[in-house]
């Protein structure tokens, strides 16, 4: 019970925190760029926090919040982000985001077939809504009894941690799990470029002096996310017919929109806590998880038939489970220090720019910054229901902008903030070639996902295992010495054998009938 109640007391101050004038602000300009972001195809939420991260260095500076401003900005990207796709993909029939492919299934036909576009967007936006709200709950109450167990791990626990981050991304990725495990070495290896933190040697600068700095994560990811994407984008937007649609949200149909809600409570929510707690394994987040609700909706649903002709339960589901899940990647990265999803990965790396360290301590270090973040979430997702069910006629307008006019816009926007971050050319070299590689690893349909998370728990993984071997004179078995790491350590290794077992199950079931 006192725990309950302090959890209560923190929030209430969190809320005192986020409310502040200029961090409200700062929300309502993250939810508004983020829904632009969000319902122009191929940007996303993760391209929008990357180009944005420079910026809220000299927020987190020089504003009078600080870096809890700084990662409500971010935050407030993310979410509207999460909302603006919904428009391209029920108005277009193209999904904004990634997370939102789903809703082409039955949210474009019941705009289109059945002529309720109204009715599409506020389902989504209020399923979305009671998703986040959920979640939020769960993220308030889970995130510090776990960041209380995390402050006791050692670095073999850390360690093993860090490789179940990493096992789960091949182990549960949609993509080859060659692939991934390609993906995560890359981003190991950019992440061991510069000098070694623990003797002080230069390592992979091959006599570049610029270059035992480290290769930044901001602007690899600013051309991974910024750059590349934009760029393939820019290609695929001109291809085949676009259908459209004009909507406008009315009373009739946020009612509507509510009674069938209600009608499919016993569904919506055990799918938002479904999506809360796969979101914080580490590596996924809202695309996961949107796949993940839509699926289980159809599972479980008596009128399987509907679906893909405009069932409002493949509207709802996928949405509430992309927005909880969404949320639960923020879980692994505040209490152990380990991105959820890429977007999360992005938001990680300016805590650490921001002078900050996620994991366990920060709620002790940091209590206002945590509190005051979890408290804009409540804030930043109720702001976007608002907006979303007030603008929705502006916000197809946005879609019809020419790319000719986006894509330029962009890579001047990702390159002037890959610039100002430490006012280095280098960074601008770095941008841009990844920008292009980006744009060949998404036509390869290589995940970014991993690369981004190697990238960032590079450092940290190198120097939990080194000081975990010199603490045991070498001996590799205290890597497994403990309870905890002993678990984690064979559930990782579950993670690396399930892809085999998945390929094993076809081959069986077509040599059954032979038999």
Known sequence: MNEFLSILGDLASGFGTAAQPFNLLMLLIGVLLGLVIGVLPGLGGTSGVAILL?????????????????????????????????????????????WSVVLLFDGFPLA?????????????????????????????????????????????????????????????GAESPLKSVMMIGFGLLLAAVGFDTLTGSPRLAF????????????????????????????????????????????????????????????????????????????????????FLGYGLARQYSKNKADFGKGEISGIMAPQAAADSAAVGSLVPMIALGVPGSPTSAVIMAGLFIWGLNPGPLLFVEHKDFVWGLIASVYLGHLLTFLICLTTVPLLAMIMRTPYAIITPFIVIISIIGAYSLNNSL???GVTVVF?????????????????????????????????????????????????????????????????????LLPRRRTASPAA
């Not at 389902?123 to 979305?128: D, E, K, T, Y």
């Not at 960041?147 to 006791?152: L, M, N, S, Y």
């Not at 970014?448 to 450092?459: C, E, M, R, S």
């Open 207 to 290: 006599g570049h002096i610029e270059v035992l700095s480290g290769i930044g994560f901001v602007p690899v990811t600013i051309g991974l996310f910024g750059i590349g994407e934009i760029l393939a984008s820019a290609e695929e937007s001109g291809i085949g017919h676009v259908e459209r649609l004009s909507a406008r949200v009315g009373f009739k149909d946020i009612r509507e929109a509510f009674g069938a809600l209600r009608q499919r409570l016993h569904l919506i929510l055990p799918i938002s806590v479904i999506g809360f707690f796969f979101g914080s394994l580490p590596g996924h987040g809202a695309t996961a998880g949107s």
């Open 112 to 172: 289109k077939r059945k002529g309720r576009p109204g009715l599409a967007l506020s389902s989504s936006f209020l399923a979305s809504f009671v998703g986040a709200l959920l979640a939020t709950l769960l993220f308030t109450f889970f995130s510090k009894p776990l960041a209380d167990i995390a402050i006791r791990f050692g670095p073999p626990e850390l360690f093993a941690v860090f490789i179940l981050s990493f096992t789960t991304l091949v182990g549960l």
């Open 426 to 428: 280098f960074d601008v």
């Open 54 to 98: 420079p910026v809220t260095v000299h927020i987190a500076s020089g504003g009078p919040g600080g870096a809890t401003s700084a990662v409500i900005l971010l935050c407030g990207v993310y979410w509207g982000a999460l909302f603006g796709g919904v428009v391209t993909s029920i108005l277009f029939n193209i999904p904004g985001e990634p």
């Open 435 to 503: 920008g292009v590689v980006g744009y060949w690893l998404r036509k390869m349909k290589y995940p970014l996902a991993p690369l981004v998370v190697a990238l960032v728990l590079g450092d940290s993984t190198e120097r939990t295992l080194r000081q975990s071997l010199i603490a045991s004179g070498g001996n590799p078995l205290i890597l497994v010495g403990s309870p905890i790491a002993a678990a984690l350590m064979a559930l990782a290794a579950l993670m690396i054998l399930l892809p085999f077992a998945k390929s």
